[in-house]
Structure formats: C-alpha cells, structure tokens
C-alpha cells in the first residue's frame, strides 16, 4: 500500500539506488562488527592504560549496539528530498503539560487564522492539505490518486471540488460555509 508520503516524494537519483544495491545486508554485518571491533580495541587499551579492566566482549557488544543503533535510525529516517507537512508543536500551559488531545486541531486553528483573508496564504498552506486528504481518501477508498489517474480522481470527486483543489490562485479566501460544503463532499467520497 502507498502512502501519501510515498505520492509525494521524488524520485531518488540511480545512483543513489545503485550503490544501495551493491550494499548487501551480508556486508553491513561485516562492516558494523569490524567497526565495533576497531572501537572496542581502542576503548579497551585506553581503558587498561588508567588501570581499569572491563572485558573485551562487554565493550564490544556495546559498540556493536551503538552502531547498528545508528544504522537503523539512518535506514528509518524519511529521504532527505521527502515533502513532510509540519507538525504542530503543542502549546504548553503553566506547568509544561502539553494540550496533547487538541494539538492537532489548534495547529488548523492557527493555520486557518493566518490564513484568514490572506489568499496566497490559503492557497499555500491549506489547498495542498486538503487535496493530501482528498489523495489519502481516495487512495483508500478507490486505490487511486490524482497523481496516478487523473481523469478518474477527477470523476470521483466531482467538478467542484477538483477545481478547488487544481487553484492556484484565488481572489478571495472561501467563506465557512463554503469550506464547509467542499468538506462535505470530500467527506462523501
């Protein structure tokens, strides 16, 4: 199943695929215990110069454990070219007690309160947020995008709200009630 973070994303240079290729989990093996090796090696002569001992194993499972530590936080990060919406960023009362259950909704709050008679803002901030869960409901629900199958992501949601999402430029902020409507029929798809 695609994500929306997977619609989003560039393609990375071959390269980049190639060497990834070339490089076999056999390898990273070999590599990360001959690093820890080298690690523990040095961090046990340094340590036996001050007079300590500390078994050699000990220090180098624990270099091996920070290695393929990092290793798997560098395989699990998103590419570095990935389109990623903001989070928001919880507001924090007197004792630091973060508004967790209505992070979300106050980060929408605020992007639609600056974006409030602003329509470069609107259409900047909110229009690819909406047309994002228009692609994420129609790929749930269809197993298409508007990326992928234009002319039928287009039927699906209707003339209405594929000319809204297709803007870029307005004249003026939608009312309330015209989110609202646009809200419904995204809701009905």
Request: one cysteine or more; charged letters at 25%.
């Amino acid at each position: 199943m695609t994500s929306i973070d997977d619609l989003l994303t560039e393609d990375r240079p071959a390269r980049n695929r190639r060497r990834r290729a070339r490089v076999t989990v056999r390898g990273m093996v070999i590599g990360a215990c001959a690093g820890a090796a080298v690690i523990a090696g040095v961090l046990y002569v340094l340590i036996a110069g001050t007079g300590y001992t500390i078994p050699f194993v000990f220090l180098f499972l624990l270099c091996l454990a920070v290695i393929a530590s990092f290793r798997l936080s560098r395989l699990l990060a998103p590419p570095k070219g990935s389109v990623q919406m903001e989070r928001p960023q919880p507001e924090d009362d007197w004792f630091r007690v973060p508004n967790r259950p209505f992070a979300e909704a106050m980060y929408w709050i605020r992007q639609l309160d600056y974006a409030d008679g602003k329509p470069v803002d609107f259409v900047r901030t909110l229009v690819p947020a909406i047309g994002a869960l228009a692609d994420e409901r129609l790929r749930l629900r269809y197993g298409v995008t508007r990326q992928s199958h234009p002319a039928r992501a287009a039927e699906l949601l209707g003339p209405r709200l594929s000319a809204f999402l297709a803007t870029t430029e307005l004249k003026q902020v939608p009312k309330p009630a015209e989110l609202s409507a646009l809200v419904k029929e995204l809701e009905s798809l």
